[in-house]
């Protein structure tokens, strides 16, 4: 995983996806801030998370962007996806390496230094800790600091995405103490002020 200054956005999908989703998803990814396109769909089959999956990739083909699946290796491996993220319920990586072999694995941590170490012993390719602030995506569980982004920093040059209530007011806070990637979903795609192309501009 190399790192972009400029394309400093892990950007999460909406829950729900609509036709006029995919033409904002492009103006989005044309701004090239965003390394990751996250695809996170709970409530959805597989079936149609394949349809959707296949729309998306061919779009961050196209614009340079990783497509990553959210929780669903099998569906990674089918879509042919640059990766996927794993939560602390979810398989464990190194079984989704068999799986899914040489691609991006990523491992929510929280708030915890613990599981931070021991998705680095697995060879984790990045590390998402948070939530950092309050979230319109999920209830916040965990609360993360800035104190622990220098913890982890200290043991490991692993990439460190931070997640949780991101937006223009709070971001560079995160990218000064060594997050690498911000994980950004409501103050794109639920913003009441700003279309999701405008949105993403104030992430300068």
Do not use: E
């Not at 040489?102 to 590390?127: E, F, P, R, V, W």
């Not at 990218?175 to 279309?195: E, M, R």
């Amino acid at each position: 995983m190399r790192y972009n200054k400029k394309k400093f956005i892990y950007l999460i999908s909406p829950l729900k996806i609509d036709r006029i989703f995919y033409l904002n998803l492009v103006d989005v990814l044309k701004q090239k801030k965003v390394s990751f396109f996250q695809l996170r769909l709970k409530k959805v089959n597989f079936k149609k998370k394949l349809i959707i999956g296949k729309k998306i990739k061919k779009i961050c083909q196209k614009l340079n962007v990783k497509f990553l699946i959210n929780d669903d290796v099998f569906l990674a491996k089918k879509l042919d996806a640059d990766g996927c993220h794993l939560g602390q319920n979810d398989m464990s990586l190194l079984k989704a390496r068999k799986i899914i072999g040489n691609k991006i694995i990523g491992i929510t941590c929280h708030n915890s230094i613990s599981l931070a170490k021991s998705a680095i012993k697995n060879k984790a390719d990045y590390l998402a800790f948070g939530a950092f602030n309050s979230s319109k995506t999920k209830k916040v569980k965990y609360k993360a600091s800035i104190n622990l982004l220098k913890k982890a920093r200290k043991i490991t040059k692993t990439p460190i995405v931070a997640i949780g209530g991101i937006n223009s007011d709070n971001y560079k806070k995160l990218l000064l103490n060594n997050a690498n990637f911000l994980a950004i979903s409501s103050f794109i795609w639920k913003n009441d002020k700003l279309k999701p192309k405008d949105a993403i501009r104030k992430l300068k």
